[in-house]
């Protein structure tokens, strides 16, 4: 480089030419030409979804409504639109109605739905929840194409709970007490409320004040109604702690969430057609455990379908004694996996300081008598007998003063002023046989395919339709919340299975 000029190339003192840039013009004024059909391109998932929709029976969605044509009245809008607007929201993980509204007036595809109109979010609100039995009926259509289209057999049909956040936070959850102060607090509100029209705010502001406040009372008497119900249905073990309900979303139920921690959630159970990845029942429940849901969730599969699965594929959190007659007696097969078995009578033997050598395989049982008899000779007759999960639990004792006068009582039955006891576990005749199924290779292999059927729907709805936390309060609504993302995911399914290939074959003839 010479020595008098600069990195830039230029010599001292040297101006740089002037860069021609374009212009942002921010005053202008434009008028474009819009056509609206071709907002969207012809293969365009919009387009599936307005034709799957427009094919489908909507009388149910239009029986409520009062507009009729020749009668004084605004027209409504058309539910095969709001149906349309909602199903393809869900696609894209839009699950607010003012974030759709907000969506109609400039987003391509939403603009091609409504033909450029704005839809009011409180009119996409209402409907999402108001048409429980329609929507129903429209998750049962949308089967009924699926089934027509060879996607559905009910051949094998995998059932799983997956945990979804409920709209509330975990310090919403208050005792019985602290829910009676703030109820108390809540009323006096809405006793101190005056008229809102002679309030110093704006008339839609001092009603929607009034509304708050009685909503919030209206959510604290329900929480101490929940109150009551968990309290009722708390076992022995847990009622040392003081119950909790939520007074934001009195129906949600504390649950371990699939991360490891605990909050507000409810637990939905979705039913899959292993044939295509096909939701062909979905329900909602404050329970935490699965325990108790196999046998409604068969329910509601032949309630979509007008017939049960041949055989069910559930985890172990599923087989149970109840469970296993349920299924027997609905003709269903069930495969699945047993309950772990922990090991905790040496646990509880150990906490109890009973050495090793007076465990249960110390014990001699004698079938003749049905009793045990200890390392000192002893006999533990039997006591009683409880049914737990699928096995028979029955418990042996021997005699207080048999044991009060050993020498081994330190190390056999510490600090018990009763004789020591027994369990001794027998599985049921229906956990034999299952056990046996599920040791065959066959049924090995068909619950290897579980997880990848079964997980699939859960984590499409939750990580594309993006439901991990929901946005409506109450069993009733999340129950509706649920339906909705299902169909989504069903309907999601149709275009990728049946209207995609279609219309590349028809592009290619
Ligand atoms: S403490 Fe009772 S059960 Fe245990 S060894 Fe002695 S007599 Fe038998």
Known sequence: MEKDKSWTGLSKGEQPPRVRRKEINRQQLLLRPVEVEKLVDLDHP??????????????????????????AGRPVWDPQLLISLWIYAYKEGVSSAREIARLCAYHPAYQWLTGLE????????????????????????????LSYEGLITLERVMHDGTKVKAYASSKSFRRKTTLEDHLRLAREQVAQMGDPESEEWSQRVAKARQRAVREKQQRLEEALKALEEIEASRSKASEKEKARASSTDPEARVMLQGNGAYGPSYNIQ?????????IVGVGATQASADAAELEPAVDRVEGNLGQRPKQVVVDGGFTNQATMEAMAEMQVDMIGALPERRGVVPNRLEQRGVSPEF?????????????????AGKVLKFEGEQQQSASLHRRYR??????????????????TKKGRSLVRSEATPERVAFQAKMETPEAQA????????????????????????FRLRGLVKVTLESLWA???????????????????AQAQS
């Open 46 to 71: 919009v387009r599936a979804i307005w034709e799957l929709v427009g094919g489908l029976n909507l009388d149910p969605s239009y029986v409520e409504i009062e507009s009729i044509e020749g009668v």
């Open 118 to 145: 704005v839809v009011n979010y409180h009119t996409l609100a209402d409907f999402r929840i108001g048409h429980q039995e329609a929507l129903d009926q429209l998750f049962i259509e949308v089967l009924g194409v």
């Open 359 to 375: 465990y249960p395989e110390a014990f001699t049982y004698d079938a003749s008598t049905d009793s045990y008899r200890c390392p």
């Open 446 to 469: 068909i619950y290897k395919q579980r997880a990848g059927v079964a997980e699939f729907p859960n984590a499409w709805i939750k990580d594309k339709i993006g439901l991990r936390q």
């Open 486 to 504: 299902c169909l989504t995911y069903n309907i999601c399914q149709w275009i990728r299975l049946c209207w995609n290939p279609r219309r590349l």
């Open 270 to 278: 979705i039913s899959t057609d292993a044939q295509s990845k096909i």
């Open 398 to 415: 021997a005699k207080v003063r048999d044991c009060q006068g050993c020498a081994f009582q330190a190390q056999c039955c510490p600090g």
